[in-house]
Each structure stands twice: as structure tokens, then as C-alpha cells.
């Protein structure tokens, strides 16, 4: 099974409050300064646990150094370490390194005129990264594994989970973005053209600064409705009153004010791993879209501007076909065919 994952307890709280004070109070003034210039709090979240991370190599390993003083070599042994003891991903080390390149940056151009950090220069930066070599297999899903799932959440009556997951495979949204729908987005006066929803007011995305980037979503009405339908029964049964269409669990039911967590999609997520006997990520889902969206010949610029990207590059990106399959559509034993475009009906 692809796209394992290792994971490691490297930090604890009783490692950090060992960390050399310079160096807490460093992290805190970057930190700080990141909040000044809007950037966005999940951004900030990663880069506190990243510096965590090397907080606790540099104590462990390397004499919990003042970072200020951690020569070009001992940034070439965390990189080691990284690599070769936790081995982490060449990605994931390329993004612990950035952030510490950050913090570097943040001293040379922010602090150089505090005395004690006069002279200071970024040398992480002169770390030769590792090749950026894909280490996990890319999981791509047939509608019809899909639609076995989806069947078997039904059979089941896991409702929630089915509306879930059909409302990724309609709109091709990422997994956080999933929890920001709410009920009143589906109703009929915010269908476009008899089968597509169109959220009537933006919607975080992912992006830079502190509200990241806002869209309209667009979801696929007839391959949505049939799940939307099954959790909107269920959640009337339960007296789920909640404006997010996705309601976080409580002790007692289901919060009015709170969405689902990610946490919760993730646990989903390695339950349909079980049940699909292939690895599951909500990622997949996206390329998924795409690839439907593809295969159903709607051009890139229709594609690009439902998903939301700014090129229409990703589209190529995120379109799980062979060159064999797309020149194929076009050829049969007598030439070149003439190859239909589908409507947005027909997804």
C-alpha cells in the first residue's frame, strides 16, 4: 500500500522547556513578526512545530546551541539526521529547512541592527537539498471503486461519511475546506444551469495571509443530491439544527456552532482505506475531479475556473491520465474523430 507515512515523537513538553532560552525567545519575535505581515494562523501553527522539531535535534545532538552560532555543519547534520534516523521525506525536509531558512532570514534583514545579532548571515541556505524524489505512491481512484465505497456507507448507514465523501468527489475541495459548507448553499436558488451549485457567498481557501483565498465554491448537483438527501433525513431524525452542513459531535450531539474537525475526516479516512483495500486521502479526491472533469472533455479554462486555480496549469497537474488515454479519445481504426464536449448536466 502506498503513500505510508512515518511518523516520530521527536518533541515533548518536557524536551521543549529545555530548549536554550535564546532560543524560545527568538521563535516567539518570528512568530510574532509573521502575525504582523497577515500570515495565515495554520501557516504560523507549521512553522512553530517545525522550529519545535529542530529545537529539540539541537538540544538532543547538538548541545542546545544558540541558533545563532549552528555553523553550516551542524545544519548539515540535522539534514543527515532527518534523512537517515527519522527518515522523513526529502519534501517533508525541504519544509523543516525553509523554515529555519525563514527564521534566518528574519534575523539577517529584520534584527541586524540589535547588537547581538549584527553581522549575523543566513548560511542554511548554502545546504545542498536533498533530491526532492517522490517517496510515497500516488493513490488513483475508478469511479467504480468509489461508488463501492459509497454504496457500502449507505448499506451501512453512515450517512454523514457518504455525503462526505460524495461532496469531494462533486467539487474536488481539499480536505479543510470540506467542513466550511453549510446547508443553506444547497437549495434550489442556488442552482446554475439545472445542475451545478454555486455557493452564494465566498468560502476560505487555501492562500496567502490570514483569510486566506476566497471563492465561490461549485459543487455537482446530480452526483451530490442522492447523499446530500440520505444525511438531510438522517440529520432530521437527530434534530441536527446546525447551519454547517458538517456538525462537529459532542457529548450530548451535535454542536450548533462548530463544524467537523479535519481530525474527524482523517480517522474517516483511514476507515475507507480499510474498506477500499487501497489507500485513502481526501487529496486523492482532487486529482479525482480533475481527472472526471477531463475525461468528460469540458475545457481547462471551465476546469480552472471551477476549482478556483489561478493557471491552468494545475489542471495538467492534477489530471491522473496517460498520454495513451487522452490521444486516444481522438483516434479510432478510421483517423481522427470528432469528440463531443460533455455538459454540466451529464456529470
Known sequence: MGRATV??????????????????????????????????????????????????????????????????????????????EWQWSPKRTR????????????????????????GYRSVIKKIENPVNEAVREKTVFEREELQELLDKLVESE????????????????????LPRFKTSYFS??????????????????????????????????????????????ERERLGITSE?????????????????STDTLNSWAETFSKLLGKDFYWHSLRHFFTTECTKSNLPTNVIQDIVGWESADMVNLYTDTTADEMIGKYFNENGIVQVEQSSLSDL
Not at 454523514?160 to 475541495?173: D, K, N, P, Y
Open 244 to 260: 454547517w452542513l458538517f456538525p462537529a459531535k459532542t457529548s450530548d450531539g451535535y454542536s450548533n456552532d462548530v463544524a467537523i
Open 188 to 233: 434550489e436558488e442556488n442552482v446554475m444551469f439545472g445542475s451545478l451549485y454555486k455557493t452564494p457567498e465566498k468560502v476560505t481557501t487555501k492562500g496567502r495571509g490570514s483569510k486566506g483565498k476566497l471563492l465561490y465554491l461549485y459543487v455537482f448537483k446530480n452526483q451530490f443530491d442522492p447523499y446530500l438527501k440520505l444525511w438531510m433525513e
Open 158 to 177: 453512515k450517512y454523514e461519511q457518504a455525503c462526505v465523501l460524495s461532496l469531494a468527489m462533486s467539487s474536488g475541495r481539499r480536505k479543510a475546506e
Open 7 to 84: 511518523y516520530n515523537n521527536i518533541t515533548s513538553p518536557e524536551l521543549l522547556v529545555q530548549v536554550n532560552e535564546e532560543n524560545k525567545y527568538l521563535m516567539k519575535e518570528f512568530l510574532e513578526y509573521l502575525k504582523s505581515i497577515d500570515r495565515a494562523k495554520t501557516t504560523i501553527y507549521q512553522y512553530e512545530q517545525d522550529l519545535n522539531i529542530f529545537w529539540a535535534w539541537n538540544l538532543t545532538y547538538n548541545a542546545n546551541k544558540e541558533f545563532i552560532n549552528i555553523t553550516k555543519r551542524e545544519f548539515a547534520k540535522f539534514q543527515n539526521h532527518a534523512i537517515n
Open 95 to 118: 519544509r523543516v529547512k525553509s523554515v529555519i531558512s525563514s527564521l534566518s532570514n528574519f534575523i539577517e534583514n529584520i534584527l541586524d541592527e540589535e547588537p547581538e545579532y549584527e
